[in-house]
Nanobody
C-alpha cells in the first residue's frame, strides 16, 4: 500500500521559514517526478515545485522562485520543500503528489497524494 505523509507545516510570521517533508512508503520517490502543490480556500490548485527522479530537473512557480527550494533524500525516501521569506499569500494546504511520470514535467494528475500539511503565514 502506497502512502505519502507530509509534515512540517504550521503558523509562521511573514518573512519566516518552514521546511516541509514528504515521506513515502510503498513507493520509491526517487523513481518518479514528485510535485509539491498547494490549495488555498477559494483558489485554484497551484503547482509550487517539482523535482525529477534524477533530481537534475526542478520546477518552481514564479510566485515562489528564489524563496523555495525542493530537494530529495533517497536514503530517507523523502522530498523536502524549504520555504523562506514566507508571505501571507503562501498560506495554503501543501501536499506532495505523483502521477508516476518520469518525464520532466510536474504531475498533471494525483495517482498518489498525501493528506497535506497546513501552512499559515500571519502576523
Amino acid at each position: 500500500q502506497v502512502q505519502l505523509v507530509e509534515s512540517g507545516g504550521g503558523l509562521v510570521q511573514p518573512g519566516g521559514s518552514l521546511r516541509l517533508s514528504c515521506v513515502a512508503s510503498g513507493l520509491r520517490l526517487d523513481e518518479y517526478v514528485i510535485g509539491w502543490f498547494r490549495q488555498a480556500p477559494g483558489k485554484e490548485r497551484e503547482g509550487v515545485s517539482c523535482v525529477s527522479h534524477s533530481a537534475y530537473w526542478t520546477y518552481y512557480a514564479d510566485s515562489v522562485k528564489g524563496r523555495f527550494t525542493i530537494s530529495r533524500d533517497g536514503a530517507r525516501n523523502t522530498i523536502y520543500l524549504q520555504m523562506n521569506s514566507l508571505k501571507p499569500e503562501d498560506t495554503a494546504l501543501y501536499y506532495c503528489t505523483t502521477d508516476l511520470t518520469t518525464s520532466e514535467r510536474c504531475p498533471t494528475d494525483s495517482i498518489y497524494r498525501g493528506q497535506g500539511t497546513q501552512v499559515t503565514v500571519s502576523s
